[in-house]
């Protein structure tokens, strides 16, 4: 068949995403011919253990990944090697040999992001018409980038609330299921969600590189991952589940990106939110993004955000892209915003007390001595510790951070530290 391109691909990197791209490759060739004219060759794959990877067997392969990178028939990198370095190098040195390049790291774009992106922008004001696609790197198949890119360029964007980790999400589910963290953990482990060390994603930092990089890309202002307020799902207990539940909530780790004219609310947190939102809907290793925009309105985007096949498909999305002749413009100039350090939140406040009368009163007046207004007060009977649950009125989270710093010192009627938790609205 005849084609009207020829791309010849450099692939840094053949795990669990490098190994389903090159399978659908293998499998989707022709089809990508037929509709695009395109075709798709692997010319290199470089791999620190390629002769353990029966895939590879027919491929030209080196430990060696400069050799990728300099290799002069290649058109396009992907780069699927993960982490800050050698991959920040490589790209860079990619770029500056005048190659494509299409990366699923998170991690790289949300730390260093904007070198690499001036890079690009810096090539392509010299005519060199090189370009970056990274649509993987955030919510795997979802289409977010390119949304954000092309959909959502020009109006203005309020807010981005998204669901940007598989693991906690499924965590969070069997919770809600009721599963205590560990069993829910272990479940996930067992079943490919999450890794032997879950770090990384419990801590919500996966989460927040991804909410970085969209952060930017909506907010034209380059945002890092320091940037970014985050906390992790470890401290919820099933018990959290089981209130939230009463009260007509689910608990969920979201990631928000809220514009509030010249300044910008970044958090990545677990909330309880309404069991009536979209995001509540949101279950098991699903990701999903919530986008509110002047022109479009409420956009709900919902899939699978990880996984060696969907991720390895949005990879093939953006190589194609390229190989059409999109440029994918960056944003030209980088702008500043301001970073909100202290929003205004209703929070959950669920303090582990021994069962004795003056538990509350005392609770209260803490509260009360840092202006923190209480909404409603509930106990859960049980042994001790007994479960003194507070929703707060809106207050500043400084507040309540300095109050739980008093309550939890009072260790003749508090027995674990608070769990706290922001009501989303
Ligand atoms: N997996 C997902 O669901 C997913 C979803 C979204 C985004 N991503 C992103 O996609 C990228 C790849 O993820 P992955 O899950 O495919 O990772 P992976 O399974 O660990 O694959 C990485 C591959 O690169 C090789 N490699 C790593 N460092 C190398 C080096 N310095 N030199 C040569 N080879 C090296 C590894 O070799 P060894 O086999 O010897 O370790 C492995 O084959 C990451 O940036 C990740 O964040 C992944």
Do not use: W
């Given at each position: 068949?005849?084609?009207?391109?020829?791309?010849?691909?450099?692939?840094?990197?053949?795990?669990?995403?490098?190994?389903?791209?090159?399978?659908?490759?293998?499998?989707?060739?022709?089809?990508?011919?037929?509709?695009?004219?395109?075709?798709?060759?692997?010319?290199?794959?470089?791999?620190?253990?390629?002769e353990k990877k029966e895939i590879l067997k027919?491929?030209?392969?080196?430990?060696?990944?400069?050799?990728?990178?300099?290799?002069?028939?290649?058109?396009?990198?992907?780069?699927?090697?993960?982490?800050?370095?050698?991959?920040?190098?490589?790209?860079?040195?990619?770029?500056?040999?005048?190659?494509?390049?299409?990366?699923?790291?998170?991690?790289?774009l949300a730390n260093h992001g904007k070198t690499i992106f001036e890079l690009i922008k810096q090539k392509q004001q010299n005519n060199i018409p090189i370009t970056i696609g990274f649509e993987a790197?955030?919510?795997?198949?979802?289409?977010?980038?390119?949304?954000?890119r092309r959909m959502w360029s020009f109006g203005?964007?309020?807010?981005?609330?998204?669901?940007?980790?598989?693991?906690?999400?499924?965590?969070?589910?069997?919770?809600?299921?009721?599963?205590?963290?560990?069993?829910?953990?272990?479940?996930?482990?067992?079943?490919?969600?999450?890794?032997?060390?879950?770090?990384f994603d419990v801590s919500g930092k996966d989460a927040g590189q991804k909410l970085a990089i969209i952060s930017s890309l909506a907010s034209g202002c380059w945002i890092e991952e320091k940037d970014i307020i985050i906390e992790g799902i470890e401290k919820i207990q099933k018990i959290d589940h089981e209130i939230a539940q009463k009260w007509g909530m689910v608990i969920r780790l979201i990631a928000i990106s809220r514009f509030y004219h010249d300044q910008l609310l970044l958090r990545v947190h677990p909330a309880l939110i309404s069991k009536n939102h979209l995001l509540a809907d949101v279950r098991n290793e699903y990701n999903a993004l919530f986008v509110e925009e002047e022109y479009s309105g409420s956009t709900f985007i919902v899939g699978k955000g990880a996984g060696g096949f969907p991720t390895a498909s949005a990879v093939l999305a953006d190589i194609v892209s390229i190989a059409s002749g999109s440029k994918n413009l960056w944003f030209q100039e980088f702008g500043s915003t301001k970073l909100i350090q202290d929003a205004d939140y209703r929070f959950y406040l669920r303090f582990q007390t021994i069962d004795k009368p003056g538990v509350l009163a005392a609770i209260s007046r803490v509260l009360a001595d840092f202006n923190i207004s209480i909404a409603s007060m509930h106990q859960e009977e049980g042994e001790e510790p007994v479960n003194v649950v507070i929703f707060t009125h809106e207050c500043k989270e400084s507040a309540i951070s300095r109050a739980l710093e008093v309550i939890n010192q009072k260790k003749e009627i508090i027995l674990a530290p608070t769990i706290v938790l922001r009501v989303f609205h």
């Open positions: 068949m005849q084609y009207k391109k020829r791309i010849r691909l450099g692939i840094l990197g053949a795990g669990t995403v490098g190994q389903s791209l090159i399978k659908i490759i293998e499998k989707e060739q022709n089809r990508i011919l037929r509709n695009h004219g395109i075709s798709i060759e692997i010319s290199k794959v470089g791999d620190r253990s390629f027919k491929y030209n392969c080196t430990k060696n990944l400069n050799e990728v990178i300099e290799d002069k028939e290649i058109d396009i990198i992907v780069e699927l090697i993960g982490g800050i370095e050698p991959a920040r190098e490589l790209i860079i040195k990619a770029i500056e040999n005048h190659k494509s390049i299409v990366t699923a790291n998170k991690a790289l790197s955030v919510g795997g198949a979802l289409p977010i980038i390119k949304n954000l203005n964007i309020h807010s981005l609330v998204g669901i940007l980790n598989g693991t906690c999400n499924f965590i969070i589910s069997k919770m809600e299921e009721g599963l205590e963290y560990q069993e829910a953990l272990k479940l996930a482990q067992e079943k490919g969600f999450a890794e032997a060390d879950p770090t």
